[in-house]
């Protein structure tokens, strides 16, 4: 080991002095060698430094022969534990005591690793096997107590069933880093029920309680600090999902809804308590869905665009020298690994392993790589991981990014043996370069990164400084008219001006030149050239202080050719692109971009988008879920404006987006909600949370627009009293406010990629002065007594998305039992008439030679109360067909089924309904106001007038 540089000397004496002065009586008994190798580590890692003056006795309890220079200790972790264990009945020192053993056991693999020649593969092997210890212990412990409180699960012949948890990712490889989280899966055997306790409980309740009390003794930060970072999002359905499923609930999972993200999950997939016939029942279970029998080449392309993902997600997060996500880092190395396993693994059984050192060997010995390849492969692993380890240990933290500080820049120099910061940075570089180039040539990309020329007259009307005289002639010689040219000449010039007074460095401004002539080359041949330019050059102006941006158009013709496009068609999606450049990443993979995902499976993406988020970090997650909205409804608009989606499936896409959404704010508010304050004490042995969320308006009425806002009601379980069972209770009452708050906080606030969704709650009874969360009882009690018409009206157009399926079919029964009230058809059709006739005049729009979509006479509107009328009107008649539906659509459809419309009528309205919504929303994308030529749709608008006529005018009591 080279010399020990002047900053970390500086740094070991600094602690060394805070070590003497917590504990003299401990430095007065160590011996000379101790304490220097003490100063060593101080100068190395604040962690030790701080766990040492922490707990000094440390300091002399570690033994040299068993334990400072022992390379195989993994074996003791587990009889050490459970003496320490074995006489404790308080849950307080349970916690304690995994915190100290764990810290104390790491604080010996950093030591081993960083002074006293630990190999990387020792500290694999002790990290994970110290974790495996930690969870297997609080499990047992927490198994008893709670079979003592609760009874025992049993199956059906009486025998006792455990509680099997399969640790996901680096754990179940047994590849745990310093400072990793843990991702872990709970299940059991059989459903049954408890024995032994006061009252029988359901299994399933059991392993829930169970895996929540021990996800807590885990995760908890006390004065000890943490064990484990615990992540149960890779559940089945994820934080949706309940926290522990039986074994055919998994199977049944995997079997319908198992992505295949999850299949390279459960690659790694180990089950870490042996549970006899139960580990290798489920181990067979699991097989069939990660391994296929048959050669599985689709792996391939389903890999590149998981590297896609991540690379946008390195642009996304601006990540710089991370030597796990970077381009050559661990995440590369893992991907040429995970495709022989996936493609080949159902076939050659020696792939079917998780340790990925062992997985690269059994790939050469079947000639899939060179030995030469797979061992460069295996010592490019080792050195990343050794510095990931290192990284970490510095001061306990999960990074994988190189250090910009000079004091951790020597340490990792030091650590890894070169002279100075340069020389260690370097060398990991090249070692990154090297898996690049292996990755490259065996996943590559999906697209190649090629250079499109452009004739040599615009790389000339870009470099050169020319004035508008100078530039007009040039431009009309390249087929412009005299009105375009001039635009473009504009546009250009304006752009010139402002873009050099950006900061850019000269990589991009390499790009930048690359990019002109291609861009105006391909803009110059569209029908409104100066239009188009105008609405790219606000992009432009957005991403020219980031290269990553300007190099990804340069080296993807298709990406430009897709930006072009988009752009050319919809100002409305050139501004979102301009606001929220990441989007630029979607443009890689047209074969994405232009076909939205299928309508139920929003969720489950979502699900997967925020797994790369850790899921304390609250504000990445709020960024992720603007992200995901965002990336959503540009797939969305591509897939419109290609014309491969009607406007109805345009609006449903919209629709379900935004109750996924919905769904994950509601997840992650309750899980903030219930860490700190525990959940109502009657809900404790369910699964239920007593709270739902009712949509109106459009979001209800399955019509969502590019920028609708989303009218929302609360509702909650009725008769829930007291107090929630956390570490700070709160009265019931108060936990729903506080989970409404924290709700809207989510959707309201704004990070860099915006507000989430702008919410309008003033649809809940008695509007803004009403309760934010309503009973449902006090609900029905305020629809069918207190409730204006055109609340009723409102109520037409409202939904129940996301809650308890108990609370669900109560809003349903309330929403049916409200519409189908015996009303006076004279009057309601005055207080609709009205209405319509107030709002016309408070929102009509344009002169009297335009037509405004909504307001004016025949317009949206108009069918939207007419359709409300019908309801309101005769739903006591028709109770069950009539407010069956949300949507003006199936209402219409439902008044001939009940013989009220005739036929023709109803065919009328609807073509006139999506005449008018189809015109409207071409506008929209255009960013254009909601206006037409009075001469437009005019057969439409007598349809609707004369329907609104004979209903509401006449009022026919058919």
């Given amino acids: 080991m080279v010399a020990m540089p002047a900053l970390l000397q500086i740094q070991a004496d600094k602690y060394w002095s805070r070590f003497k002065e917590r504990a003299p009586e401990v ?93 990387v593969e020792e500290s694999f092997v002790h990290i994970s096997a110290l974790a495996d210890t930690l969870i297997l212990a609080a499990y047992r412990w927490f198994y008893q107590r709670l079979c003592s409180e609760l009874g025992t699960p049993t199956d059906a012949n009486g025998k006792a069933v455990p509680l099997l948890i399969i640790g996901m990712g680096k754990l179940g490889g047994r590849e745990l880093n310093f400072s990793s989280d843990i991702d872990l899966i709970f299940t059991f055997p059989h459903n049954g029920v408890t024995q032994g306790g006061r009252r029988e409980l359901a299994n399933q309740q059991f392993f829930i309680r169970l895996g929540q009390k021990l996800v807590n003794a885990l995760h908890q930060t006390t004065a000890d600090g943490q064990v484990y970072r615990v992540d149960m999002r890779l559940r089945p359905f994820g934080e949706s999902g309940p926290l522990a499923v039986s074994f055919n609930a998994m199977e049944e999972y995997y079997q319908n809804h198992g992505r295949t993200w999850e299949r390279y999950a459960m690659v790694k997939a180990r089950i870490i308590n042996g549970e006899g016939r139960y580990s290798d029942q489920l181990r067979a279970m699991l097989r069939p869905f990660v391994f296929r029998r048959y050669i599985d080449f689709g792996v391939i392309d389903s890999l590149r665009q998981m590297k896609a993902m991540i690379a946008a997600e390195v642009r996304r997060k601006g990540l710089h020298d991370n030597i796990k996500l970077g381009a050559g880092g661990i995440r590369e190395i893992e991907f040429i690994t995970q495709v022989f396993q996936l493609i080949r693994g159902g076939r050659e059984p020696s792939l079917q392993v998780r340790h990925l050192p062992v997985a690269l060997a059994a790939i050469a010995a079947l000639g899939d790589l060179t030995s030469e390849d797979a061992e460069q492969l295996h010592h490019s692993y080792r050195l990343l991981r050794r510095v990931e380890n290192f990284l970490q240990a510095f001061d306990d933290q999960q990074t994988q990014t190189l250090p910009f500080d000079e004091l951790n820049q020597a340490r990792l120099a030091w650590l890894t043996g070169h002279d100075d910061w340069s020389a260690c940075y370097q060398a990991i570089q090249a070692t990154m370069s090297r898996v690049h180039r292996q990755f490259e040539g065996l996943i590559g990309d999906n697209t190649e990164a090629e250079e499109e020329g452009a004739p040599q007259i615009w790389f000339d009307i870009w470099q050169t400084e020319l004035n508008e005289a100078e530039l007009l002639p040039l431009l009309q010689e390249q087929g412009l008219n005299e009105l375009n040219a001039r635009g473009l000449a504009t546009g250009l010039l304006s752009f010139k001006s402002e873009y050099s007074r950006r900061a850019m460095g000269p990589q991009g401004r390499q790009a930048l030149d690359k990019l002109m002539p291609v861009l105006l080359d391909k803009i110059h041949g569209t029908e409104t050239p100066n239009r188009l330019f105008a609405r790219v050059q606000h992009i432009l102006l957005h991403i020219v202080t980031r290269t990553a941006y300007l190099q990804l158009l340069v080296e993807n013709t298709n990406a430009l050719k897709q930006l072009l496009r988009l752009c050319e068609a919809s100002s409305l999606v050139a501004e979102q692109l301009a606001r929220f450049p990441i989007l630029l990443d979607e443009l890689l993979l047209p074969q994405t971009l232009y076909k939205p995902i299928p309508l139920e499976c929003y969720r489950d993406e979502l699900r997967q988008f925020l797994l790369r988020v850790p899921e304390e970090d609250v504000e990445q997650q709020m960024e992720a879920l603007r992200q995901f909205k965002q990336i959503q409804l540009l797939r969305i608009a591509a897939a419109d404006i290609a014309g491969t989606l009607p406007l109805m499936k345009v609006s449903d896409h919209l629709t379900w987006l935004a109750e996924a959404i919905v769904d994950e704010v509601v997840n992650q508010a309750w899980v903030q909600m219930t860490e700190r304050h525990g959940v109502p004490a009657e809900l404790a042995h369910s699964t239920e949370r007593g709270f739902g969320v009712v949509a109106y308006g459009k979001l209800g009425g399955i019509e969502l627009a590019y920028s609708s806002d989303l009218d929302l009601v609360f509702v909650q379980q009725s008769g829930l009293s007291g107090h929630t069972n956390g570490p700070r209770p709160l009265d019931v009452r108060q936990f729903y406010l506080r989970l409404a708050q924290r709700i809207i906080h989510l959707f309201s606030s704004r990070t860099a990629s915006g507000v989430l969704y702008e919410l309008d709650m003033r649809l809940r009874p008695s509007g803004d002065s009403g309760l934010m969360v309503i009973p449902h009882d006090a609900y029905q009690q305020y629809l069918l007594h207190q409730a204006w018409v055109w609340e009723l009206q409102a109520l037409v157009r409202s939904r129940f998305i996301v809650g308890d399926a108990r609370l669900a079919q109560a809003f349903i029964g309330i929403r049916q039992q409200a519409l189908s009230q015996i009303r006076d058809r004279t009057a309601l059709a005055a207080e609709v008439i009205k209405m319509r006739e107030k709002m016309r005049e408070h929102l009509i729009k344009g002169n009297q030679d335009e037509f405004d979509l909504k307001q004016s006479p025949g317009g949206l509107v108009d069918i939207e109360f007419l359709t409300q009328y019908l309801v309101l009107a005769f739903g006591h008649d028709h109770a069950k067909a009539l407010t069956r539906w949300s949507d003006n659509i199936r209402i219409l459809d439902a008044t001939v089924a009940v013989g009220l419309l005739e036929e023709q009528e109803v065919e009328r309205l609807k073509t006139a309904y999506c005449a008018i919504r189809n015109r409207g929303h071409r506008l929209s994308l255009l960013d254009e106001p909601g206006r037409v030529p009075d001469t437009e749709l005019r057969t439409e608008r007598e349809w609707v007038v004369a329907s609104w006529q004979k209903w509401l005018k006449n009022k026919p009591e058919a």
């Fill in 27 to 119: 430095v007065e008994q160590l011996s000379i060698g101790r304490a220097a190798q003490l100063k060593m580590l101080f100068a190395c890692s604040d962690f030790a430094a701080q766990s040492l003056c922490q707990q000094p006795e440390l300091a002399l309890e570690f033994d040299d022969a068993t334990e400072l220079y022992h390379a195989d200790r993994a074996a003791t972790y587990g009889p050490l534990l459970a003496a320490k264990l074995n006489d404790v009945t308080d849950e307080a020192r349970v916690l304690r005591t995994l915190r100290q053993f764990r810290r104390k056991q790491l604080l010996l693999i950093a030591w081993r690793e960083m002074l006293l020649g630990g190999e």
